[in-house]
């Protein structure tokens, strides 16, 4: 049986996949070989975010590329292997455009900003709760301004918001519910969040994109789809 999931499952999963998307599985590009091939093929590095954030978009889709993931039996605590998975790609996803973007995945500031990026249209509220100045990019000087007790109080915030989207009502038992839809469903979902969230961090750790199609104003930025 799945093991509940609540805030210390999350941040410990989290906390996992982070450690593998900066390290990086057998077989699998860590986030900093993604970024590095990524730019290697365009160097403009917005460009390069969004060509990296579309085709992880398909991969969150594919469950054949889930199910791939073998290295989830490691995992420290029992949660659902498809969810284990998105939660790896989004993270992956999501530090490899904070390297894209010149940051350092081994600094915990860094690392707290990318967990927010993974509350989607949560994180700007998260980020205002916290004191800092939403609605423009984090410069890499400004991030060493943020404080360890800042740290913590976002850290907890994405936790709360993270229980709230794959908690019991949400994305996990939706497959439960409509077993034989629920793998196309839950793949259309997976695919959406992703793109959300991917344009959230291309925003935050990389800059705006040129407003070339429609947008929404997300976590202080123009988000496009």
């Known amino acids: 049986m799945a093991e509940e999931i609540n805030k210390g499952v999350i941040m410990k999963t989290l906390d996992w996949t982070y450690d593998k998307a900066v390290s990086g599985f ?3 590009d860590s986030a900093y070989e993604m970024a590095e091939n990524y730019l290697k093929n365009q160097p403009d590095k917005i460009k390069a975010a969004d ?14 590329f889930l199910a791939g993931l073998g290295g989830f039996i490691t995992l420290p605590v029992t949660i659902p292997a498809n969810l284990a998975s998105i ?4 993270i992956r996803m999501i530090a490899a455009i904070a390297v894209i973007g010149g940051y350092d995945l081994k ?4 690392k707290s900003l990318i967990y927010a990026c993974m509350t989607g249209n949560a994180a700007k509220e998260i980020i205002k709760d916290v004191g800092l100045a939403a609605g423009k990019k984090f410069a890499i000087v400004g991030i060493k301004n943020i404080s360890t007790k800042t740290i913590i109080a976002i850290n907890q915030k994405v936790g709360f ?3 709230t989207k794959f908690g019991e009502k949400g994305v996990v038992n939706l497959g439960k519910a409509i077993p034989i839809a629920g793998g196309v469903i ?3 979902i997976d695919s959406y969040t992703t793109n959300v969230i991917g344009n959230i961090a291309r925003n935050t750790f990389v800059g705006k994109k040129v407003k070339y199609y429609p947008y929404v104003t997300i976590f202080g930025y123009d988000i496009t789809y």
């Open 51 to 64: 060509s990296l954030i579309r085709w992880q978009n398909t991969k969150s889709g594919t469950s054949g």
């Open 107 to 110: 600094d915990d500031r860094v």
């Open 26 to 28: 057998p077989g699998i």
């Open 186 to 188: 839950g793949g259309a």
């Open 161 to 163: 918001r993270l229980i």
């Open 87 to 90: 939660m790896y790609i989004q």
